[in-house]
């Protein structure tokens, strides 16, 4: 069985950091792009980063030279290190596994393209 678990999350004030976490369980990812996502209320869910199985990387405009995307494949394990944080990062984040082997390249923040979700974890930044 397929189980995805964020932690890391929390409230933070304007400029600060925090780390989010996504522990896999139930298959071996290594061979598989991951994403993290994120939805406001109100709003769309919308692609933050995403790691193929070889390191390489997107981000969203938005979070660009602020966000750091990283996975350990001996641990299952996929992170988020968010720096510099604003106001309008505020969400609720998710992590997120392809629907496939392989890249996920063109449509790494097509939420639809990602066949699994954890349950999500909570961010707020306060100005």
């Known amino acids: 069985q397929v189980q995805l678990v964020e932690s890391g999350g929390g409230s933070v004030q304007a400029g600060g950091s925090l780390r989010l976490s996504c522990a896999a369980s139930g298959y071996t990812y290594s061979s598989y792009c991951m994403g993290w996502f994120r939805q406001a209320p109100g709003n769309e869910r919308e692609g933050v980063a995403s790691?193929?199985?070889?390191?390489?990387?997107n981000y969203a405009d938005s979070v660009k030279g602020r966000f750091t995307i990283s996975r350990d494949n001996a641990k299952n394990t996929l992170y988020l290190q968010m720096n510099s944080l604003k106001p309008e990062d505020t969400a609720m984040y998710y992590c997120?596994?392809?629907?496939?082997?392989?890249?996920?390249?063109?449509?790494?923040?097509?939420?639809?393209?990602?066949?699994?979700w954890g349950q999500g974890t909570q961010v707020t930044v306060s100005s």
């Open positions: 997120a596994i392809y629907r496939a082997s392989g890249y996920c390249s063109g449509s790494w923040s097509r939420a639809p393209d990602f066949g699994y």
């Open positions: 790691i193929n199985s070889d390191g390489s990387t």
